[in-house]
């Protein structure tokens, strides 16, 4: 998923001959919500058994996000402190507030539902925005400079979140926390990073990109494994509750609306130039469901309509994201290059 974004031009070309990856990968995960349905309807059993191994899953998927993370794109932020300090104003002040107030609206006598929507909606996307920018002429190479500043912060935040969310649910133990966040990202974040690093050292440039290539494919089969798991092994909670998900979708698509709004507003306001207001309306719509799922999974277990809720989030987004590129490249002023 990320790519060595320092030409950007040509990164563009190459996203442009993969405009059917987000269409694959939204039929992927759809997919993987049906077979994970039938698996918990027919046989419990069995779904019970795959769910044992959630936790090699969700090791696998966090190990494979934080192998394309590149910690030296951080860099590049000092180079536009004004974008980055609007972009990360917009998705950690001015989202929150938005987020509430849709989720309030909406899933209010759900408390699960609002949980699991309202986790969605706070963590801006560190992976695949950066392609859907490419693809609708942002600036990527300054969206790579927010990826570890939108990381970092989501993970310093995420405690706090929860805490919010649920401190007056008890649906969990504070006290663990540290550990959950040591066990299940600064290690794999440790290991992950001195593996890249040195297979940079050993390999040529070109093999490297290879093996960043089957990451970036593996990823997507290793979530929809993940949703498979959770619901397999949950299908009853979320049959109960299966109307509710009507208001999810309604919810994101509200969202996405009033995040474009906003982006355009901002942008206008602060007279950023084109690809720059791209790349804000992409941060500011896509969100890092992948790694939001696998913490909520470690941090509230026993929690299926949690997951569930962040799921059929990300189900809707993607579908959203394709038609936001879409709304976006029609307003260049000039258009991007074909490929």
Not at 42 to 68: H, K, N, Q, R
Not at 154 to 176: A, C, E, N, R
Not at 193 to 204: A, G, I, N
Not at 206 to 217: E, F, I, N, S
């Amino acid at each position: 998923m990320l790519q060595d974004v320092s030409q950007p031009a040509q990164d563009f070309e190459v996203e442009v001959e993969n405009r059917p990856a987000a269409l694959a990968t939204a039929l992927l995960f759809s997919g993987a919500i049906v077979i994970g349905a039938l698996i918990g309807l027919v046989s419990p059993v069995a779904g019970e058994t795959i769910s044992g191994w959630l936790d090699v899953t969700i090791l696998l998927m966090i190990g494979l996000l934080l192998f394309e993370l590149r910690l030296g794109d951080a860099v590049r932020a000092y180079g536009n402190l004004k974008f980055i300090a609007i972009a990360w104003s917009a998705n950690f002040i001015l989202i929150p507030v938005i987020g509430f107030a849709i989720a309030s609206l909406l899933l209010d006598q759900q408390p699960l539902l609002f949980v699991g929507l309202m986790i969605y909606f706070l963590a801006p996307c560190t992976d695949w925005f950066l392609g859907f920018a490419r693809m609708a002429g942002g600036a990527s190479e300054l969206g790579a400079a927010l990826i570890p500043v939108n990381l970092c912060t989501q993970l310093l935040l995420f405690p706090l979140w929860l805490w919010v969310l649920t401190q007056h649910s008890q649906l969990i133990d504070f006290s663990m926390m540290p550990m959950l966040l040591l066990q299940w990202f600064l290690m794999p974040l440790a290991l992950s990073q001195f593996v890249r690093l040195t297979l940079t050292k050993m390999l040529p440039a070109c093999r490297m990109d290879r093996v960043l290539a089957v990451t970036g494919r593996a990823l997507p089969i290793v979530i929809a494994a993940l949703i498979v798991q959770i619901f397999a092994a949950h299908m009853g909670a979320v049959t109960e509750n299966w109307s509710a998900f009507a208001a999810i979708a309604i919810a994101v698509m509200i969202f996405f609306l009033a995040t474009f709004i906003l982006g355009a507003v901002i942008s206008r306001a602060a007279s950023l130039p084109h690809r720059q207001r791209v790349l804000l309306s992409i941060t500011m719509a896509a969100r890092n469901a992948p790694l939001m799922l696998a913490l909520t999974a470690v941090s509230l277990p026993g929690q299926p309509l949690v997951l569930a809720a962040i799921v059929f989030g990300m189900l809707v987004e993607i579908p959203q994201l394709t038609l936001l590129k879409q709304v976006l490249l029609s307003s260049a002023p000039h258009k991007p290059p074909s490929g």
